[in-house]
Nanobody, 120 residues
């Protein structure tokens, strides 16, 4: 049906930057919402950033001013630009998309996750 493939994670020093990308493919009529969650072992899953079809965005307080989410609706992709990274940003980052399918059903899909490690 629908697959989300993430890329761009890795190891970066504190203060550095990373750019995560996620591409959705499959039988998609429309993507309503795209965004990113993250989870570190021992911590609760955190909604990092969301972007709606109209372009509005929401961010977790912990990343405001440092992270920027954007999307290309024509290509069904979402990008998370992460700047001024700190060790507290270390986590597995998951892309998600709320997708409208041809049979009018709306369903949420998840990527496989990409590890982001911030360490010196």
């Amino acid at each position: 049906q629908v697959q989300l493939v993430e890329s761009g994670g890795g190891l970066v020093q504190p203060g550095g930057s990373l750019r995560l990308s996620c591409a959705a493919s499959g039988t998609i009529v429309r993507i309503n919402i795209m965004g990113w969650y993250r989870q570190d072992p021992g911590k609760e899953r955190e909604l990092v950033a969301t972007i709606f079809s109209g372009g509005n965005t929401n961010y977790a307080d912990s990343v405001k001013g440092r992270f920027t989410i954007s999307r290309d609706s024509a290509k069904n992709t979402v990008t998370l630009q992460m700047n001024s990274l700190t060790p507290e940003d270390t986590a597995v980052y998951y892309c998600y998309a709320n997708v409208r399918l041809p049979n009018t059903v709306t369903r949420t899909y998840w990527g496989q996750g990409t590890q982001v490690t911030v360490s010196s």
